[in-house]
Every structure is written in structure tokens, then in C-alpha cells.
């Protein structure tokens, strides 16, 4: 069984670019959750897909947008970078026919915006 | 406001002493998770607790979930280097799990031989 992967691990930018990171989920789950985490703090919440659509989102601007491909897999694409965007980026999916529904989370990409 | 507050903060313990983590939340719990994280990677599940008084172990790791207060503690008996890290609870606190989940800023966890 192959658990959660992401891409980049590491990935320097510039302000005002755009990033894209990647996640492969889990095998046997449908669902993929992004959170940030921001240096001391708890992952903080983006977004969610299912079904190749947004699922639900947390406090983050439009210009956090993502995509889920048929195999599940899922990008996280941020736009007009800033420097509060320097964080730690988890992937996690699930499958959201079991109950309870649990998270399991990759590696993470860090990204740094200079 | 933090919705999920943990305590303590930072914890160092000597090898072999027994710890105790906990985890409160301001809203209505729907599932509990423990997850535990090494600096800077991703996060690591431990267990996750549904139920009032519900209670579950594994290795020298046991959680358990007082639904009436909202709380829930992760003790560790006899600590080892191996359970060095940051301890963090996350909380479905929506019921439907689109809403992700709520976590607390993590519990940073120092075992001194």
C-alpha cells in the first residue's frame, strides 16, 4: 500500500510569483485535504476535494485554488505570492465512505517566499 | 479565537518518567484525532476517538475522550527518546468532515536520557 507523496519537498519562490505543488493520495482513497502550517502553529485548513470539486474550504483567499485529477490525485496552486505564504504545506486524503473518516497525512512541500 | 487549546505548551520529561498531553475544545467534538509530527514533516497518526469516555491504546500511548467537557488527554507511560516530537490534536468539529479539521498549535515533546 502507497501512502501519501507530495512534490516538491522543498521550493524557494519570489513575491508575486505563482507555485504549484502536487500530491498522490493514498491508494484506495477518494478525498484530498490541504492545510498550511505556518511556523509554531497548527495545520490550518484550505481546502478539499472530492469527486474532482471543491468540497469545502477554510479562511484562505481565491487565490488558493486546487485540482483533483481522475486518479484522485490532487495540485494546490497558489497565485501573487506573498511572504506570509511561507509555510509548510500537508496533502492528507481519506476515504470518505468509511466512518470514521481519517486523515492520513503526507510529507509536506516547504515552501519559502522571498 | 483558538478553538482547540492545548496544554501544556512544551513539555521536557526524563526517560522513563509517564506524561500527560491534553486537548480542549470550545465547540461540539465529532471526532478527536491524535496525530504527531517531527520538525518540519508531515504528521503521523496516532489514534482518533469518537465516543464519550471512549478510551484507546497503543503501544505506551493511550487517549481518552470526556464528551461532556470537551476534552481529551494522551498519556505516555514510561517516555523514550523514540516519543520526541510535536503532539497535536485536530477535531472534526463540523460532523460532515468537508470542513477539514481544527487543530491545536501542538504540544512540543523533549525527552531527556
Known amino acids: 500500500e502507497t501512502g501519501v507523496t507530495q512534490s516538491p519537498t522543498h521550493l524557494i519562490k519570489t513575491r508575486g510569483q505563482q507555485v504549484t505543488l502536487r500530491c498522490s493520495s493514498q491508494?484506495?482513497?477518494?478525498?484530498v485535504s490541504w492545510y498550511q502550517q505556518a511556523l509554531g502553529q497548527g495545520p490550518q485548513f484550505i481546502f478539499q476535494?472530492?469527486?474532482?470539486?471543491?468540497?469545502g474550504r477554510g479562511n484562505f483567499p481565491p487565490r488558493f485554488s486546487g485540482l483533483q485529477f481522475p486518479n484522485y490525485s490532487s495540485e494546490l496552486n497558489v497565485n501573487a505570492l506573498e511572504l506570509d505564504d511561507s509555510a509548510l504545506y500537508l496533502c492528507?486524503?481519506?476515504?470518505?465512505?468509511?466512518?470514521?473518516?481519517?486523515?492520513?497525512f503526507g510529507p509536506g512541500t516547504r515552501l519559502t517566499v522571498l | 479565537s483558538q478553538e482547540l487549546e492545548q496544554s501544556p505548551q512544551s513539555l521536557i520529561v526524563q526517560e522513563g518518567k509517564n506524561l500527560t498531553i491534553n486537548c480542549t475544545s470550545s465547540?461540539?467534538?465529532?471526532?478527536l484525532y491524535w496525530y504527531k509530527q517531527k520538525y518540519g514533516e508531515g504528521l503521523i497518526f496516532l489514534m482518533m476517538?469518537?465516543?464519550?469516555?471512549e478510551e484507546k491504546s497503543h503501544e505506551k500511548i493511550t487517549a481518552k475522550l470526556d464528551e461532556k467537557k470537551q476534552q481529551s488527554s494522551l498519556h505516555i507511560t514510561a517516555s523514550q527518546p523514540s516519543h520526541a516530537g510535536i503532539y497535536l490534536c485536530g477535531a472534526d468539529q463540523s460532523g460532515g468532515g468537508a470542513d477539514g479539521l481544527t487543530f491545536g498549535k501542538g504540544t512540543h515533546l523533549i525527552i531527556q536520557p
Open positions: 465547540k461540539t467534538l465529532y471526532g
Open positions: 491508494s484506495g482513497h477518494n478525498t
Open positions: 476535494y472530492y469527486r474532482e470539486e471543491e468540497n
Open positions: 492528507a486524503s481519506s476515504f470518505n465512505r468509511a466512518r470514521p473518516v481519517t486523515q492520513y
Open positions: 476517538l469518537q465516543k464519550g469516555g
